[in-house]
């Protein structure tokens, strides 16, 4: 009888226990639940970029852009894959060719939804490029792969184009069904604006001089200097840049060609400046922002959401509409160059917000800016279009022989 009670005791013990326990984590969660409201973006987004990262290599994805040597591009992809994009929920979205059952080797348990598509992505990916090397031949205002409705985008000012670039397409062996058109007006450029507003760098000492963004601090590979990074046309090689009435330098490497429009800007004596490796900051509202990481290629997914930062229009919030897209540039009335392997995103882009980084933003446990790209163009200021495209930080870092400075290499 002692016994019995004794473990009768016990168990009552043991659930009592239990049950206070229970009430404590479900008091924390509330709490929790009451202090911050995590998305269900937020809360599916990183285990998402995780997976996307492993369906890319199960599909011997080692080359996710086109430059000088891109002869093998088109065997980058199996064509089994079509492509992938995030939905409003943060989950990952895959296209498939073909009504398969996949799996992930790795533990990661969420959800990934699967569509099966007419074109792989290495076929959209063709069709880009040609579109790309006669991109001015065929008047094309701009050029990108929409991942997520499996057509390239081909962006022109006059609808009467439409029927002479489809025919093109045709007779060099592509189907008129993966192609879909969008009128836009206005042209497009490279935003350079002379305006007083906010912390902004000067190209010359006078306050008429052309403005642009700061991009990020970074570190000259070849001898360690550190110095920052915008677009080379916002900071031309020969020119002197300012912040306010404080003199930078002049820039050391220039590149605008290819995959690039970048500058970078050695400190003439980097132990005069405080430059902040995990911050960045709104013009418009005197606000800054922490946990500045480098995200690179591996960020890059159509769909992810992404803040812009810019002297003109501040933080901007938007998503990547494509992640290759081809923009036919006009910087002035006389130099018109075309930029390719950037991304498109839906942020809102001004005369200068040149040079601003690009973000894929999640907030989650870890609530991070990862850098992705420099702004360098969107609409022309007569466009009533809302979009913005940059350079990928990855092949700014490539072809400039320079590395970006975030929390991640303090």
């Given at each position: 009888?002692?016994?019995?009670?004794?473990?009768?005791?016990?168990?009552?013990?043991?659930?009592?226990?239990?049950?206070?326990?229970?009430?404590?984590?479900?008091?924390?969660?509330?709490?929790?639940?009451?202090?911050?409201?995590?998305?269900?973006?937020?809360l599916h987004a990183e285990t998402s970029y995780k997976q996307n990262q492993e369906i890319l290599q199960m599909f011997n994805n080692d080359i996710q852009t086109f430059s000088s040597n891109d002869e093998n591009v088109a065997e980058g992809y199996s064509d089994i894959y079509a492509g992938s994009y995030l939905d409003s929920e943060g989950l990952l979205?895959?296209?498939?060719?073909?009504?398969?059952?996949?799996?992930?080797?790795?533990?990661?348990?969420?959800?990934?939804?699967?569509?099966?598509?007419?074109?792989?992505?290495?076929?959209?990916?063709?069709?880009?490029?040609?579109?790309?090397?006669?991109?001015?031949?065929?008047?094309?205002?701009?050029?990108?792969?929409?991942?997520?409705?499996?057509?390239?985008?081909?962006?022109?000012?006059?609808?009467?184009?439409?029927?002479?670039?489809?025919?093109?397409?045709q007779e060099i062996g592509y189907d008129k069904e993966s192609l879909r058109f969008s009128i836009v007006n206005g042209g497009n450029s490279a935003h350079i604006y002379n305006i007083t507003a906010g912390e902004k760098i000067r190209k010359g000492f006078w306050a008429w001089g052309s403005t642009g963004t700061v991009g990020g601090p970074a570190r000259r590979n070849s001898d360690g200097k550190i110095g920052i990074m915008t677009n080379d046309h916002v900071a031309p090689s020969g020119s002197t840049i300012y912040i306010g009435n404080k003199k930078i330098n002049k820039p050391a490497i220039n590149l605008r060609s290819g995959e690039c429009d970048g500058a970078f800007i050695p400190f003439q004596d980097a132990s005069g400046w405080n430059y902040h490796q995990g911050t960045v900051k709104d013009v418009k509202t005197d606000s800054n922002h922490s946990l500045v990481r480098y995200g690179g290629n591996s960020r890059i997914i159509q769909g992810a959401k992404t803040k812009k930062f810019g002297i003109k229009s501040g933080m901007t919030d938007g998503e990547i509409t494509?992640?290759?897209?081809?923009?036919?540039?006009?910087?002035?009335?006389?130099d018109t160059r075309i930029p390719i392997s950037c991304i498109k995103y839906s942020n809102s882009s001004l005369p200068g917000d040149s040079g601003g980084p690009v973000f894929v933003y999640y907030s989650g446990a870890?609530?991070?800016?990862?850098?992705?790209?420099?702004?360098?163009?969107?609409?022309?200021?007569?466009?009533?279009?809302?979009?913005?495209?940059?350079?990928?930080?990855?092949s700014l870092q490539r072809d400039m022989g320079i590395t970006f400075l975030t929390l991640d290499n303090l």
């Open positions: 009888m002692i016994k019995k009670t004794i473990v009768s005791t016990t168990l009552i013990s043991l659930i009592l226990l239990i049950a206070i326990l229970f009430c404590s984590f479900a008091f924390v969660l509330t709490a929790k639940a009451d202090c911050e409201t995590i998305s269900a973006y937020d979205n895959v296209c498939l060719t073909i009504d398969i059952p996949m799996t992930l080797s790795s533990t990661e348990k969420q959800e990934i939804i699967y569509h099966v598509k007419e074109y792989s992505y290495t076929y959209l990916y063709s069709v880009y490029k040609s579109l790309t090397e006669n991109i001015s031949n065929l008047h094309i205002q701009g050029v990108g792969i929409d991942q997520k409705d499996n057509v390239v985008v081909i962006e022109i000012e006059n609808e009467s184009l439409e029927m002479d670039i489809t025919n093109w397409i494509y992640t290759n897209f081809t923009l036919n540039t006009k910087y002035s009335d006389s870890r609530g991070s800016y990862y850098l992705v790209a420099l702004n360098f163009g969107g609409p022309g200021e007569d466009s009533s279009e809302v979009f913005g495209c940059g350079c990928r930080t990855d």
